[in-house]
Nanobody, 120 residues
Framework: QVQVVESGGGLVQPGGSLRLSCAAS??????????VGWYRQAPGKERELVAA??????????TYDDSVKGRFTISRDNARNTVDLQMNSLKPEDTAVYYC?????????WGQGTQVTVSS
C-alpha cells in the first residue's frame, strides 16, 4: 500500500506565506511517477482541488484552481521526494484542511490533512 503524509500547516496572518509538503511511500510505489493533487476542505464545504501536478514521465504539468492562480505554486522536490505547495499572499478564505492525494494501481491515496488557518 501507499502512505501519504502532509506537513507544514499552521496559523498565518493575511498576506503571509506557508509551504506545505507531501511525502508518499510504498513498497513498490514511485512517487515521481505518480500524479499528485493538493485539495482543501473548509468547514461546511466540499473538498476541492487546489493544484495538481502530473508525473515526471508525463511532463510534470501543473494546473491550478482560479482562486489560487498567481498565489500558489505546486512543485516536485526530487531531492526530498516530496510535492510541495508554496502558498503566498494568503487570504482568510484560504483557511481549510489541506489534503494531498496521489494515485497508484491500487487506487487513490490520501493523507490525514494539515490545517491552514489565515487570520489576524
Amino acid at each position: 500500500q501507499v502512505q501519504v503524509v502532509e506537513s507544514g500547516g499552521g496559523l498565518v496572518q493575511p498576506g503571509g506565506s506557508l509551504r506545505l509538503s507531501c511525502a508518499a511511500s510504498g513498497s513498490i510505489f514511485v512517487f515521481s511517477s505518480a500524479p499528485v493533487g493538493w485539495y482543501r476542505q473548509a468547514p461546511g464545504k466540499e473538498r476541492e482541488l487546489v493544484a495538481a501536478i502530473t508525473a515526471i514521465t508525463s511532463g510534470g504539468r501543473t494546473t491550478y484552481d482560479d482562486s489560487v492562480k498567481g498565489r500558489f505554486t505546486i512543485s516536485r522536490d526530487n531531492a526530498r521526494n516530496t510535492v510541495d505547495l508554496q502558498m503566498n499572499s494568503l487570504k482568510p478564505e484560504d483557511t481549510a484542511v489541506y489534503y494531498c492525494n496521489t494515485k497508484s494501481t491500487w487506487g487513490d491515496h490520501w493523507g490525514q490533512g494539515t490545517q491552514v488557518t489565515v487570520s489576524s
